[in-house]
């Protein structure tokens, strides 16, 4: 992600008190929208982030450590194969390879709205997969993924938002004091919601 042009706090102070509690995270992209996308459509979660280690050990068992095109008939056959996967999942992750074989446009010189109107065209595919690749994957710096559900959870608790009232719009409208940062803001907020867990946990 570029770096920051101002202090992505200087209009935020809660988020201020976030950015001064922890490191600012560093993440190591794959830059790969097929492989990641797998992932998201497998776990219901982008294997960055994921705990449940689903992907990963569908990987192990087909013994390939990346998923491709190349390889996703063996990813299917001897990783798939153990995964109790949904109908609606399996559809979902054959028109993707569908379209990925039919593809030739390469994601990264993508704008955001390009990569938007592509993976929009897949049944299947929704927002919070395309902000996942956005933010994650192409390390876009201006996402803001509104329906991740830990993103939710973590600014009702600081921002003391009502749940039940306006939060969509609520979230939008705090995002806007980062400007153009809002994908930084996103992964800091992300990690202080880890870093409080595991602080939780040490008490216990």
């Known amino acids: 992600m570029q770096g920051m042009d101002r202090p992505l706090y200087q209009n935020d102070p809660i988020l201020e008190k976030v950015c001064v509690q922890i490191p600012q995270p560093v993440l190591h ?27 990963e050990k569908a990987m192990e068992r087909a013994s390939i450590r990346h998923v491709s095109l190349d390889n996703f ?38 704008s955001d709205d390009e990569v938007v109107k592509e993976l929009s065209s897949i049944k299947g595919i929704g927002k919070w997969s395309m902000d996942m690749i956005l933010l994650y994957t192409l390390q876009r710096p201006n996402v803001f993924p509104y329906d991740d559900f830990h993103l939710k959870q973590i600014m009702v608790s600081l921002y003391r938002l009502d749940p ?23 992964l800091y907020l992300l990690a202080y919601k880890k870093y409080i867990s595991k602080n939780v946990e040490s008490k216990d």
């Open 29 to 55: 992209s794959t830059h790969d929208v097929f492989h990641d996308m797998i992932s998201c459509i497998i776990e219901q979660q982008i294997h960055y982030r994921s705990t449940k280690r689903i992907f």
């Open 73 to 110: 008939h063996e990813f299917e056959k001897f990783g798939l194969s153990q995964i109790a996967l949904s109908n609606g999942k399996y559809e979902t992750l054959m028109q993707f390879v569908e379209f990925w074989q039919r593809n030739n446009k390469d994601f990264n010189c993508l």
């Open 164 to 186: 039940r009232a306006r939060l969509k719009s609520k979230m939008i409208e705090i995002s806007e004091l980062w400007g153009p940062q809002k994908s930084m803001a996103v």
